[in-house]
């Protein structure tokens, strides 16, 4: 069992205060849900302190702050949190390329990634997944207009999926993907 202590509970109000002014793509959910979602996810799936910690922050150095935020992440948290918070990130540019290039990019270097990074993204796609599933069916994308910072980069239409991504994260884990789904 991972002990939680008040550097989680801090790491919860620095990932709140990061959000606040975020929502999940296409609802009035607040951010930090999906942020609270990806540390259980990434909890029962046998996670320490430092990569729940980073389940939580895995958002901050590409929706606010780049590189500056990394630092602030690793003098608030340690330098293992801010690794995997980085191998979380797709930019680290405030003016981030292109979205497909930016996934094509995080698909391709899963192959390098360690143990504790690979949860904290899996963790992240699985509740990504949960998330808009039912949408896709209903509108053929998992894409929509959130609030804040990230409504400028949320926005990919049905051209957005990327069928590869599926199956790399499948191959990772030795399992064959049955279909391709927009994470």
Known sequence: M?????RFSRAVEYAR????ADTRKGTSIPYLSHLLGVASIALDYGAN???????????????HGGLEALREIED????EVARIVLACSDSTEENKPDWQERKKKYVAAISHKQADELLVSAADKVHNARAFWPTI???GTSCGAGSGRRA??????TT?????RSSH???RLGRSPRSSIAW
């Open 2 to 6: 991972t002990n939680l202590t008040d």
């Open 17 to 20: 205060e990061q959000h606040a």
């Open 49 to 63: 302190e430092d990569q729940a910690i980073a389940a939580l922050l895995h958002d901050v150095v590409e929706d």
């Open 76 to 79: 608030r948290f340690g330098p």
């Open 137 to 139: 069916g209903r509108s």
């Open 152 to 157: 400028a980069r949320t926005s990919c239409g």
């Open 160 to 164: 957005g999926r990327l069928p590869t």
């Open 169 to 171: 994260v499948a191959s």
